[in-house]
């Protein structure tokens, strides 16, 4: 029932639906008190509570008691933030009426401002302010271009003018007569609403001054987020919302009118962006692309050409669904343009790059060059051409998925990936054409990507063969290998270099400041706002210096390198993985013919431990970066950046200098589909080291793209150190969720702390496990203890854990070696970490209250080649009850893995020796001496 009837007749309602919002409410209801059209005297806030399950109520009640003339307030059931709109629309007693989500901010003048201006122009229903986001970080949104001055906004005129979201609006409270947005929507009902209004006028109005603040959280988890796991966003708001508005605004031709293809064409081009859904069934999936499909067969050609923020590759989309095959036929190209029904589409050539990700040399100045164009051809009997002094070559077009784009599997852009093996001369240019048709064709420009040995800086150069290849703009130029070539190209690049302070990006990021309103900002945002400018000029005057001295240190040093340099790590934190385990072992050879050092961050506790067995590098030093560049093997259990980078956003200084081998060691056996990041266009790996057979065909049936001879059987080094030695101890260790880790990893591989960490399932669901009562009763009674590793990424988030009666929460970095020799039980999830304990066959449980969401949160995608219930090593639970009975269970195996699970061990892995290091050391050799040979 609604409670303190406000003042009667107020000048302006405004409602805000709240569902568990009290971290935000304060900061929205301030907005309103805050109003310069004045409060007490003019609004009336009416604030609906849609069954909050949290103190949003307390919060609402310190408002309710200042401010007891001027809010409403409404308790309901939960039911929708349309019905807690439409349920404060039916208790408003204001002239004008507008809204707020219980998370956004108005800006102070907002309603002074629009209220002004329906007062003076009665032909239209409502006035709108412009969006910009704000907390995590600040923009304006894309559809801004509209308030560039008060006025009025004709529909006829300007009908690419799309009114999508109601609570940026204030309305005429007649407006509302009659209209209510639809309960059975869940996303669209503002736009479905705001159609039937405009159907009226045709005519809406926009404040220059009004600001509504949409609130991108920074712990991501707003409503929108949560949509795309939502089977009625599929399969209600294409029908219910996007046809019931093109069928209100279509003519008695049929045709819709110009303004509503726009607004729900710029509904449906985030919609297309989507790869994948995991809401509907494969009939449901094709239903919904026929309903989208539909609608874009009723949107005009011309609406599509010049619909704006639309790229050319989902415009050429959108025209081969409208047309089909008879896209290519309406088509013409003359004099170097392409017009689709006399429209105008493009030039030749417009907006296309070609980027070079790698060039390899044959023999006899052949050189193969792999890499994509940024376009799409617009009509099948366009060509790309390569040209050199010798003639022309046609790049042959090659499969990537990376680099394909697609709508819920139908092809929006197959990604444009060639190889092309092309004949030049000693000294010679080289250049790639786009043709639309007969003819010389356009020059496109050319961009090196960081693995093609160039960088952007066009005086970079890099050795192929017995050639100095060096991009400039829309040009290779080659030049033979010489001393006296090398030395001016190094000099000219070396100037370059000194001249690349960019100080006019820091101006920019000073004037930026000045027109920000940072008070938007969360307090961590606002500050690194404010140092950002300083930063950049800082990092300028450190990395530019450092830059010109490792680059001179490179080239005297470079000539007195009489043996190879092989660089081993695991994390910048921690050693303990594969590549201390490797290390080690290389220490045990004689002979071995190249100096081999260790990687580690001088903080870490492991740095000392690893002086005591070879040659150690700190991973933040000057020498590290230099043995780095003359480094030709990097080999690591990690494949992040930091370890085949450690120049980060410098390394355009340095990328041309970069000739190494990575051995990627690996940090546990794939079990899924992981192509999207360790593929050889993102990671390049020379020897990629697996450990069973199912694995090892799984990279090279997979898109890695890697040969037969980049791949190695051969077991993982850590193997080695395993002894099943158990002790009593449980080992609970998870792995992480992407939509959890949040921040940014620094130069070590690792993650700040997250005070939202402790608002993720994630932490909820170990953190009770950890604290279950009958789990600590069931370690009592056998004797046991537990211990608790959080993934390696999240270890300043073990400050939110606390130990339990019989379970320690473990500190990083983990010895993991000494874990699973001296568990007897472990718990996981999609963890690699598995496959050590099962090679000791000890007793597994996984732990899975996530599965539904688990694969559409993460970098890669669950594979067919491994299912943890047909291959696993050990039960599966997925609610916390289950999870506490089977680890109950296992603790009472005695250490011991049932039949089942041995007999699936012995059948997985490739060998259960301690020979992998010797294995993997063996093959690094054999791939050295067939190079060599």
Same mark, same amino acid.
């Given at each position: 029932?609604?409670?303190?009837?406000?003042?009667?007749?107020?000048?302006?309602?405004?409602?805000?639906?709240?569902?568990?919002?009290?971290?935000?409410?304060?900061?929205?209801?301030?907005?309103?008190?805050?109003?310069?059209?004045?409060?007490?005297?003019?609004?009336?806030?009416?604030?609906?509570?849609?069954?909050?399950?949290?103190?949003?109520?307390?919060?609402?009640? +310190?408002?309710?008691?200042?401010?007891?003339?001027?809010?409403?307030?409404?308790?309901?059931?939960?039911?929708?933030?349309?019905?807690?709109?439409?349920?404060?629309?039916?208790?408003?007693?204001?002239?004008?009426?507008?809204?707020?989500?219980?998370?956004?901010?108005?800006?102070?003048?907002?309603?002074?401002?629009?209220?002004?201006?329906?007062?003076?122009?009665?032909?239209?229903?409502?006035?709108?302010?412009?969006?910009?986001?704000?907390?995590?970080?600040?923009?304006?949104?894309?559809?801004?271009?509209?308030?560039?001055?008060?006025?009025?906004?004709?529909?006829?005129?300007?009908?690419?003018?799309?009114?999508?979201?109601?609570?940026?609006?204030?309305?005429?409270?007649?407006?509302?007569?009659?209209?209510?947005?639809?309960?059975?929507?869940?996303?669209?009902?503002?736009?479905?609403?705001?159609?039937?209004?405009?159907?009226?006028?045709?005519?809406?109005?926009?404040?220059?001054?009004?600001?509504?603040?949409?609130?991108?959280?920074?712990?991501?988890?707003?409503?929108?987020?949560?949509?795309?796991?939502?089977?009625?966003?599929?399969?209600?708001?294409?029908?219910?919302?996007?046809?019931?508005?093109?069928?209100?605004?279509?003519?008695?031709?049929?045709?819709?009118?110009?303004?509503?293809?726009?607004?729900?064409?710029?509904?449906?081009?985030?919609?297309?962006?989507?790869?994948?859904?995991?809401?509907?069934?494969?009939?449901?999936?094709?239903?919904?692309?026929?309903?989208?499909?539909?609608?874009?067969?009723?949107?005009?050609?011309?609406?599509?050409?010049?619909?704006?923020?639309?790229?050319?590759?989902?415009?050429?989309?959108?025209?081969?669904?409208?047309?089909?095959?008879?896209?290519?036929?309406?088509?013409?190209?003359?004099?170097?343009?392409?017009?689709?029904?006399?429209?105008?589409?493009?030039?030749?050539?417009?907006?296309?790059?070609?980027?070079?990700?790698?060039?390899?040399?044959?023999?006899?100045?052949?050189?193969?060059?792999?890499?994509?164009?940024?376009?799409?051809?617009?009509?099948?009997?366009?060509?790309?051409?390569?040209?050199?002094?010798?003639?022309?070559?046609?790049?042959?077009?090659?499969?990537?998925?990376?680099?394909?784009?697609?709508?819920?599997?139908?092809?929006?852009?197959?990604?444009?990936?060639?190889?092309?093996?092309?004949?030049?001369?000693?000294?010679?240019?080289?250049?790639?054409?786009? +043709?639309?048709?007969?003819?010389?064709?356009?020059?496109?420009?050319?961009?090196?990507?960081?693995?093609?040995?160039?960088?952007?800086?066009?005086?970079?150069?890099?050795?192929?063969?017995?050639?100095?290849?060096?991009?400039?703009?829309?040009?290779?130029?080659?030049?033979?290998?010489?001393?006296?070539?090398?030395?001016?190209?190094?000099?000219?690049?070396?100037?370059?270099?000194?001249?690349?302070?960019?100080?006019?990006?820091?101006?920019?990021?000073?004037?930026?400041?000045?027109?920000?309103?940072?008070?938007?900002?969360?307090?961590?945002?606002?500050?690194?706002?404010?140092?950002?400018?300083?930063?950049?000029?800082?990092?300028?005057?450190?990395?530019?210096?450092?830059?010109?001295?490792?680059?001179?240190?490179?080239?005297?040093?470079?000539?007195?390198?009489?043996?190879?340099?092989?660089?081993?790590?695991?994390?910048?934190?921690?050693?303990?993985?594969?590549?201390?385990?490797?290390?080690?072992?290389?220490?045990?050879?004689?002979?071995?013919?190249?100096?081999?050092?260790?990687?580690?961050?001088?903080?870490?506790?492991?740095?000392?431990?690893?002086?005591?067995?070879?040659?150690?590098?700190?991973?933040?030093?000057?020498?590290?970066q230099l043995l780095f560049l003359l480094s030709s093997k990097i080999l690591s259990s990690q494949a992040d950046v930091e370890v085949t980078n450690p120049f980060f956003r410098q390394?355009?200084?340095?990328?041309?200098?970069?000739?190494?081998?990575?051995?990627?060691?690996?940090?546990?056996?794939?079990?899924?589909?992981?192509?999207?990041?360790?593929?050889?266009?993102?990671?390049?790996?020379?020897?990629?080291?697996?450990?069973?057979?199912?694995?090892?065909?799984?990279?090279?049936?997979?898109?890695?793209?890697?040969?037969?001879?980049?791949?190695?059987?051969?077991?993982?080094?850590?193997?080695?150190?395993?002894?099943?030695?158990?002790?009593?101890?449980?080992?609970?260790?998870?792995?992480? +969720?992407?939509?959890?880790?949040?921040?940014?990893?620094?130069?070590?591989?690792?993650?700040?702390?997250?005070?939202?960490?402790?608002?993720?399932?994630?932490?909820?669901?170990?953190?009770?496990?950890?604290?279950?009562?009958?789990?600590?009763?069931?370690?009592?009674?056998?004797?046991?203890?537990?211990?608790?590793?959080?993934?390696?990424?999240?270890?300043?988030?073990?400050?939110?854990?606390?130990?339990?009666?019989?379970?320690?929460?473990?500190?990083?970095?983990?010895?993991?070696?000494?874990?699973?020799?001296?568990?007897?039980?472990?718990?996981?999830?999609?963890?690699?970490?598995?496959?050590?304990?099962?090679?000791?066959?000890?007793?597994?449980?996984?732990?899975?209250?996530?599965?539904?969401?688990?694969?559409?949160?993460?970098?890669?995608?669950?594979?067919?080649?491994?299912?943890?219930?047909?291959?696993?090593?050990?039960?599966?639970?997925?609610?916390?009850?289950?999870?506490?009975?089977?680890?109950?269970?296992?603790?009472?195996?005695?250490?011991?893995?049932?039949?089942?699970?041995?007999?699936?061990?012995?059948?997985?892995?490739?060998?259960?020796?301690?020979?992998?290091?010797?294995?993997?050391?063996?093959?690094?050799?054999?791939?050295?001496?067939?190079?060599?040979?």
């Amino acid at each position: 029932m609604p409670e303190n009837r406000t003042k009667s007749q107020p000048l302006l309602s405004v409602i805000i639906p709240l569902y568990n919002v009290e971290r935000y409410a304060a900061q929205s209801i301030d907005s309103i008190v805050g109003q310069t059209l004045g409060f007490e005297d003019n609004i009336e806030l009416i604030l609906v509570n849609d069954g909050s399950k949290d103190d949003t109520e307390a919060v609402c009640r +310190r408002y309710i008691e200042e401010y007891p003339e001027n809010i409403l307030y409404i308790q309901q059931k939960n039911s929708g933030v349309s019905a807690a709109r439409n349920n404060g629309i039916d208790h408003a007693t204001g002239k004008y009426i507008t809204f707020l989500d219980g998370d956004d901010i108005w800006g102070k003048d907002s309603f002074k401002e629009s209220v002004a201006f329906l007062e003076e122009n009665s032909e239209v229903d409502f006035v709108a302010s412009k969006i910009k986001f704000f907390d995590k970080t600040i923009e304006e949104h894309p559809y801004n271009y509209k308030f560039k001055s008060s006025r009025v906004i004709d529909l006829e005129k300007e009908p690419d003018s799309p009114m999508l979201h109601a609570v940026t609006c204030v309305f005429r409270r007649s407006a509302l007569n009659g209209r209510r947005f639809d309960t059975k929507l869940k996303v669209s009902e503002d736009a479905k609403l705001l159609s039937e209004i405009l159907l009226d006028k045709k005519a809406y109005g926009v404040v220059k001054k009004g600001q509504y603040n949409y609130r991108k959280r920074q712990d991501e988890t707003s409503a929108i987020g949560g949509q795309l796991k939502n089977r009625d966003f599929f399969l209600v708001t294409p029908k219910r919302a996007y046809k019931c508005m093109m069928d209100l605004w279509r003519d008695e031709s049929g045709r819709v009118a110009l303004f509503m293809q726009y607004q729900v064409l710029s509904d449906l081009v985030w919609r297309l962006a989507m790869e994948k859904q995991y809401a509907l069934s494969g009939e449901e999936e094709r239903q919904y692309k026929n309903e989208i499909y539909a609608l874009i067969r009723d949107i005009d050609t011309k609406t599509i050409l010049q619909k704006r923020a639309l790229s050319f590759q989902l415009k050429l989309f959108l025209l081969k669904v409208k047309y089909g095959k008879q896209l290519g036929k309406r088509i013409d190209f003359s004099k170097d343009v392409y017009r689709i029904d006399g429209e105008f589409l493009c030039r030749a050539g417009a907006g296309n790059r070609v980027f070079i990700d790698f060039i390899h040399p044959l023999s006899d100045n052949t050189y193969k060059i792999e890499g994509y164009f940024e376009q799409p051809p617009v009509k099948k009997s366009d060509s790309f051409v390569v040209t050199t002094s010798k003639g022309e070559f046609i790049p042959k077009k090659v499969a990537r998925p990376q680099r394909a784009v697609s709508f819920l599997g139908d092809e929006i852009f197959d990604g444009g990936a060639f190889e092309a093996d092309i004949k030049v001369g000693d000294t010679d240019t080289v250049e790639v054409l786009a +043709r639309g048709g007969e003819g010389a064709g356009v020059r496109l420009p050319i961009v090196p990507n960081q693995l093609s040995g160039l960088s952007a800086l066009p005086s970079s150069y890099h050795r192929y063969g017995d050639a100095l290849f060096t991009i400039n703009s829309s040009q290779i130029h080659i030049a033979p290998y010489a001393g006296k070539e090398v030395a001016k190209k190094e000099l000219k690049h070396l100037v370059r270099i000194l001249f690349s302070w960019r100080l006019s990006y820091a101006r920019e990021q000073f004037n930026r400041l000045r027109t920000r309103n940072l008070t938007l900002l969360s307090p961590k945002a606002k500050v690194f706002e404010i140092l950002k400018p300083f930063l950049f000029v800082a990092e300028a005057v450190v990395t530019i210096p450092r830059a010109l001295l490792l680059r001179t240190a490179y080239h005297l040093a470079k000539p007195f390198i009489t043996r190879p340099i092989w660089l081993v790590s695991d994390r910048g934190m921690a050693a303990g993985d594969n590549g201390e385990a490797l290390f080690r072992y290389i220490h045990t050879r004689d002979g071995v013919y190249a100096n081999v050092y260790f990687v580690i961050s001088k903080k870490s506790p492991d740095y000392r431990r690893m002086k005591e067995v070879g040659k150690v590098l700190d991973q933040g030093s000057l020498y590290y970066q230099l043995l780095f560049l003359l480094s030709s093997k990097i080999l690591s259990s990690q494949a992040d950046v930091e370890v085949t980078n450690p120049f980060f956003r410098q390394n355009y200084h340095f990328l041309d200098l970069f000739y190494f081998d990575f051995i990627f060691l690996q940090h546990g056996i794939i079990k899924n589909d992981l192509s999207s990041w360790l593929n050889r266009f993102s990671k390049n790996v020379g020897l990629f080291v697996t450990s069973a057979q199912k694995e090892h065909d799984s990279i090279l049936s997979y898109p890695y793209h890697y040969s037969k001879e980049a791949v190695a059987l051969t077991g993982l080094p850590r193997y080695d150190r395993l002894k099943n030695s158990p002790t009593g101890k449980l080992i609970i260790a998870p792995t992480y +969720r992407k939509t959890v880790a949040r921040k940014r990893t620094n130069t070590h591989g690792m993650r700040p702390y997250d005070e939202l960490f402790k608002t993720s399932e994630y932490y909820r669901q170990y953190n009770r496990l950890i604290h279950d009562k009958r789990l600590n009763a069931a370690l009592k009674q056998h004797g046991m203890t537990g211990e608790f590793y959080l993934h390696p990424v999240f270890a300043p988030q073990t400050a939110d854990f606390s130990d339990s009666e019989r379970i320690k929460i473990m500190k990083f970095p983990y010895d993991y070696r000494k874990a699973f020799n001296e568990g007897s039980v472990l718990v996981t999830d999609y963890s690699s970490l598995v496959f050590d304990f099962a090679y000791l066959k000890k007793p597994v449980v996984y732990y899975k209250f996530d599965a539904d969401d688990f694969y559409s949160q993460q970098i890669y995608s669950e594979a067919d080649f491994f299912d943890d219930d047909i291959d696993g090593f050990g039960p599966t639970a997925t609610t916390h009850d289950d999870i506490v009975e089977e680890v109950t269970k296992a603790l009472a195996m005695k250490n011991k893995m049932p039949k089942k699970y041995t007999e699936r061990v012995e059948t997985f892995f490739y060998k259960t020796d301690t020979n992998n290091s010797k294995r993997v050391y063996g093959a690094i050799v054999a791939q050295d001496k067939k190079e060599t040979v």
